[in-house]
């Protein structure tokens, strides 16, 4: 089973930054969108950002101004780096990628922010 490999979670202070990674296997082909989801306890699964294979991007607008999501296309990589995080940041992070075929998902890193 394919499986996406994220990296980069962990506990920051208030108006701390994070770099979450995340790479699909090389047998992973034609992706089309990349981006990141997050769900807090008690909460839905909500978009965070996206991006194209050209590099078009689409931020949620309570993360807009604060994180930046970016792709390595021959790595098939996407990273978020998060900046001047919130205690309401704090959630499961899921890379998300997406092919003709079919949708992946990675297992989710949690991210933690401390007041």
């Known amino acids: 089973q394919v499986q996406l490999v994220e990296s980069g979670g962990g506990l920051v202070q208030v108006g701390g930054s994070l770099r979450l990674s995340c790479a699909a296997p090389a047998g992973v082909f034609n992706i089309n969108m990349m981006g990141w989801y997050r769900q807090a306890p008690g909460k839905q699964r909500e978009l965070v950002a996206a991006i194209t294979r050209g590099g078009s991007t689409n931020y949620a607008d309570f993360v807009k101004g604060r994180f930046t999501i970016s792709r390595e296309n021959a790595k098939n990589t996407v990273y978020l780096q998060a900046n001047s995080l919130k205690p309401e940041d704090t959630a499961v992070y899921y890379c998300?990628?997406?092919?003709?075929?079919?949708?992946?998902w990675g297992q989710g890193t949690q991210v933690t922010v401390s007041s």
């Open positions: 998300w990628v997406t092919t003709p075929a079919r949708a992946y």
